[in-house]
């Protein structure tokens, strides 16, 4: 699993809290960060449920 976040990231750090072993906020670009380039399989269930709540619909997942 790969994941990108869009710059459509409003910043809310709702997926930092969520998962905050994935995700992570960059104070220069004002947006979330993804912290792997392949996502461990012990969080995908977590990221998949990150993707569904972001309100700017800017977790895009890309599935093995
Ligand atoms: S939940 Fe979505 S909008 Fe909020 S910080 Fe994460 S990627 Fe950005």
Known sequence: ???TITK???????CNDLCPEVFEYDEDQLKSMVKFDKIPEKHHEIVRQAAEECGADAIMIEED
């Open 8 to 14: 459509n990231c409003m910043g809310d750090r709702r």
């Open 1 to 3: 699993m790969k994941v």
